[in-house]
């Protein structure tokens, strides 16, 4: 496990730290510095809100290496409201309550740990809204 | 450009060969293949495979083969796109003839996967998605196929039962396939009661690993019949790409890679869909059965589910699929997966496929597939 492969994307996984293109305004994450839509180059870094609905679900049996630990667990593709969808694990619900539309926010989890000397990997998973909670989670830009 | 044929096919029976390693499986494929054809050199060896180095810390296999197989000193590389590997090594094989850079070039597939199990080799597969911002999450190949086949189910009002005629029909197809890993038949009820690997798919919308080679060797079509009574015409081979990570497609129920690799075949061979006698389609998951044979034009967006529910996809039907048993019960050796498919379309062609000929065949298409859709080799192959 290199530390500078997982440094250098914490804004995107601890923040949501995704673009927005200037000429057409779309919304990207996860960030790729050319505008998918419009091909215009997109390098002002916007924070998505971390709200969104469940676009697809499914739930892990085999699990790859550093994540057997956890199986079964629930990935899921989540429609951001700005627009992106999103690939992530869905926590602090049991599999059979998720529904396709269901609203969830982002919260920071444990995605993976190496070992006892290695890495512990945090991001970004995403739980069913709260919907008292007025405050995106992830305003720390 | 010169026109391109394949005069000669080999392949290695698929399954768990404990007792071959790669290089032993790819030359049994090329030695087959170079016989079939009766040639004793070629020019030039495009190996395509997917996991090597992943799974039995081997790469450079061009060179590996190369030697091993006799033919030290010709030029051969490896050529890589995921499980779209082997027909890419078709793509690149192709080039190199229709140039005129070479007379006699071998393509082969090959992956050797059951050095490895379990975790590993779901770790491997998965390179084949975006490392950054799929893999990391925890997300297994299967579970990419089953957030489409949850989608799909989802927007087009299908049951999870509507895929069965996939696997049923793939395995029917594999009892007269010497070469097939699971020549036995299932029933509706085995599907409905397989074991959950990621719901919704479950053991049996999948294909299964396994080891295997399979190989062809191409010349120019002019001399073809000096070297083989039936011969088999390269009317196209067309690669597109699409985003690797489902989350960047612009709509990931529709594979754009793959309509646009077709309509490319398509237009290089100046034929459509009404032309294709059968379709040797990536079935890796029955999802990915569904949403090909919408891609390529056979049916509308929602629909391919359909044509398996009305079984216009067996031997007899409007489009046979799978004609051999597919990637689900012929086997998916990953990274040789696409020269099986290109294989089993040319015995068709030739006429020797036996109880499961299809009658009059004279076009054949396969459409082999990298990751999700990301990379799509399709191509197009004539009786002459």
């Known amino acids: 496990m290199q530390v500078s492969r997982f440094w250098r994307t914490t804004g995107q996984r601890y923040q949501l730290v995704g673009e927005v293109c200037p000429k057409c305004g779309t919304k990207i994450f996860p960030p790729r510095d050319v505008c998918p839509a419009c091909e215009a180059e997109a390098k002002t870094p916007f924070v998505f809100s971390g709200r969104g609905e469940v676009y697809s679900f499914s739930t892990v049996h085999n699990a790859p290496e550093g994540f057997e630990k956890y199986a079964p667990y629930t990935v899921a593709l989540i429609r951001l409201e700005e627009g ?37 990997v945090y991001g970004y998973k995403f739980r069913p809204r709260r919907e008292a909670q007025t405050q995106p989670l992830a305003l720390a830009a | 450009m010169r026109d391109v044929s394949i005069i000669g096919i080999g392949q290695t029976p698929v399954g768990e060969h404990w007792d071959k390693g790669l290089r032993l499986l790819a030359y049994e494929a090329l030695a087959a293949a170079m016989r079939d054809a009766q040639v004793e050199r070629v020019d030039a060896l495009y190996v395509g495979n997917m996991l090597s180095g992943e799974l039995t810390a081997q790469e450079h296999l061009g060179a590996l083969i190369a030697d091993f197989a006799g033919l030290r000193g010709i030029e051969a590389l490896k050529i890589e796109a995921a499980c779209g590997s082997g027909a890419a090594a078709l793509r690149i094989g192709y080039m190199a003839v229709a ?33 950054e911002y799929e893999a990391l999450h925890g997300v297994s190949f299967v579970s990419i196929n089953a957030l489409l086949m949850r989608r799909y189910m989802h927007e087009h009002g299908y049951k999870k039962e509507d895929f069965a005629n996939f696997a049923i029909n793939a395995h029917r197809n594999a009892v007269n396939n010497p070469n097939a890993m699971f020549p ?16 919704p798919i479950n053991l049996l919308d999948s294909s299964p690993i396994a080891d295997g080679a399979a190989c062809v060797i191409l010349a120019p079509t002019s001399i073809a019949r000096e070297f083989t009574d039936k011969p088999v015409r390269v009317r196209a081979v067309a690669i597109a790409t699409d985003t ?31 032309d294709i006698d059968l379709f040797e389609l990536h079935d890796a998951f029955t999802i990915m059965s569904a949403l090909s044979l919408e891609a390529a034009g ?86 002459i």
């Open chain 1, 84 to 120: 992106p969808l999103i690939t992530a694990q869905l926590t602090d619900v049991d599999e059979k309550d998720v529904y396709i539309g269901m609203p969830v926010e982002m919260v920071t989890r444990v995605l993976r740990e190496d070992g006892e000397r290695g890495i512990i």
């Open chain 2, 99 to 131: 140039s005129g850079m070479y007379d006699f070039v071998a393509c082969i597939g090959v992956e050797k996967m059951t050095d490895q199990q379990g975790s590993t080799t779901t770790t491997g597969l998965a390179t084949a998605a975006d490392a």
């Open chain 2, 184 to 199: 036995h038949l299932i029933t509706l009820q085995q599907f409905a009661e397989a074991k959950p690997i990621a719901d």
């Open chain 2, 244 to 274: 690797l990570a489902l989350h960047d497609r612009r709509d990931p129920l529709y594979l754009e890679g793959a309509a646009i690799s077709t309509q490319k075949a398509y237009a290089a061979a100046g034929v459509g869909p009404a």
């Open chain 2, 298 to 383: 056979f049916a509308r967006r929602g629909r391919g589910v359909a044509l398996a529910l009305d079984n216009e996809i067996s031997l007899g039907g409007r489009i046979p699929i799978t004609t051999m048993g597919g990637l689900k019960a012929r086997g998916h050796p990953v990274g040789a997966t696409g020269m099986y498919q290109i294989v089993e379309v040319a015995l068709q062609l030739r006429g020797e496929a036996g109880a499961n000929q299809v009658r009059d065949a004279r076009i054949g298409m396969a459409q082999n597939i990298g990751g999700s859709g990301a990379t799509v080799v399709t191509t197009i192959l004539e009786r």
